[in-house]
Each structure stands twice: as structure tokens, then as C-alpha cells.
């Protein structure tokens, strides 16, 4: 078999995209009356040189990519969305390097994505849970009431509050403020108590 998984019993493999097949239908499957403009010169330079350029540099790429294709082992994409790598968080940037602040504000807001569609995706499950227990789901949905009341509360702590002007600056001073906040009351109760 080589390089590809075993899937389980029942499994076919990935399904086909909903969005490709409307793309294929829509544009695809049409056909279309292309006007070509006739060329008067008998040499036709510019066909020339487009198929010189296609034979020379654009043909063999064409040829050694689809043989590096079907050489290279590569895993079965089951999934729709991107995986992207982790890179600096906004503190360990230097403020003079531009390229490396944006990547952690683009790293931000997809981690802001990912924690807001967690507690969306807990509300529902909640709301569902709820509507299937409807005189016992304080029993019954105490798990999943748990597991929401802490991912909305951890999502407050880390942005709430910070306004229309949500970045990856601004959260990383709240938590500092936070954290100081945090200190300083540790400090107040140590001191009460040792007097």
C-alpha cells in the first residue's frame, strides 16, 4: 500500500467539496462562444512566441511536477480548512520588525476565531442539550453547561472588554494590567494577614 492510511471500515475517503462542484457545474460544464481575433501577417509573432515560451519553459515544469506528483508520498486531505504554523506571539517580536509584528496580529486573530467559535460551538451543543431535557437539563446537561460556563468566562477574561479596537497589543496590556492587578492584591492579603 505504501503510503497511504488505512481508513476504516465504512469509510470511502474524503468527500468532494460542495463549493468545487458548484464551481464545476456553474462555470464548467457551460460552454462558451470564444471570439478569436484573426491575425493578418502570415508569420503571427505573438502566437509564435507565446507557443515558443509555452514548448521551452512552461511544458516541462508541467511534465516533471506531475512525475514528482505521482513519485511523492503525500497524506489524503480530508479536511477544509488550513493548518498554519505557530509563530512569534506579539511579546517575543521586536517592535522594529514589522514583518514579524503582523504574522503574531494574523496569529492572534485566528486564535480569537478559534476560542470564539469554541464557546459558539459549546452555546449550541448547551441549547440542544437543553431543548432534549427540557425539566431535567439542570442534571443532565451539567457537563456541558460546565465545560460552556468555563470557555465563555476564559474568553472574557482574555477579551473582553477591550472594544472595537481588538489586537493582539491590546490584549497582551490587559493581561499585564491583569497580572499586576493579581500581584498587588496577593501583596494586600499578605500583609492583612500577617497583621
Known amino acids: 500500500?505504501?503510503?497511504?492510511?488505512?481508513?476504516?471500515?465504512?469509510?470511502?475517503?474524503?468527500?468532494?467539496?460542495?463549493?468545487?462542484?458548484?464551481?464545476?457545474?456553474?462555470?464548467?460544464?457551460?460552454?462558451?462562444?470564444?471570439?478569436?481575433?484573426?491575425?493578418?501577417?502570415?508569420?503571427?509573432?505573438?502566437?509564435?512566441?507565446?507557443?515558443?515560451?509555452?514548448?521551452?519553459?512552461?511544458?516541462?515544469?508541467?511534465?516533471?511536477?506531475?512525475?514528482?506528483?505521482?513519485?511523492?508520498c503525500k497524506k489524503s486531505n480530508r479536511f477544509y480548512h488550513q493548518k498554519f504554523a505557530r509563530v512569534k506571539e506579539i511579546w517575543e517580536c521586536d517592535q522594529s520588525d514589522p514583518t514579524c509584528v503582523f504574522e503574531a496580529e494574523q496569529q492572534f486573530k485566528r486564535d480569537h476565531m478559534v476560542d470564539l467559535e469554541i464557546v459558539e460551538i459549546l452555546r449550541e451543543r448547551l441549547d440542544v442539550?437543553?431543548?432534549?431535557?427540557?425539566?431535567?437539563?439542570?442534571?443532565?446537561?451539567?457537563?456541558?453547561?460546565?465545560?460552556?460556563?468555563?470557555?465563555?468566562?476564559?474568553?472574557?477574561?482574555?477579551y473582553g472588554e477591550l472594544g472595537v479596537k481588538l489586537n493582539a497589543r491590546n490584549t497582551l496590556n490587559k493581561q499585564k494590567n491583569r497580572f499586576v492587578e493579581n500581584r498587588y492584591l496577593q501583596r494586600m492579603l499578605k500583609r492583612k494577614v500577617e497583621e
Open 1 to 72: 500500500m505504501g503510503c497511504e492510511d488505512k481508513l476504516p471500515c465504512g469509510v470511502t475517503g474524503p468527500i468532494t467539496d460542495p463549493l468545487d462542484n458548484f464551481i464545476k457545474q456553474t462555470y464548467h460544464d457551460r460552454e462558451m462562444a470564444v471570439l478569436n481575433r484573426e491575425e493578418k501577417s502570415f508569420l503571427k509573432p505573438m502566437q509564435l512566441a507565446h507557443t515558443t515560451i509555452h514548448l521551452l519553459f512552461t511544458k516541462p515544469a508541467e511534465i516533471i511536477n506531475s512525475v514528482f506528483d505521482t513519485i511523492s
Open 129 to 158: 442539550c437543553e431543548l432534549r431535557n427540557e425539566y431535567s437539563y439542570d442534571v443532565n446537561c451539567k457537563e456541558i453547561n460546565e465545560l460552556f460556563e468555563s470557555a465563555s468566562n476564559s474568553y472574557h477574561i482574555k
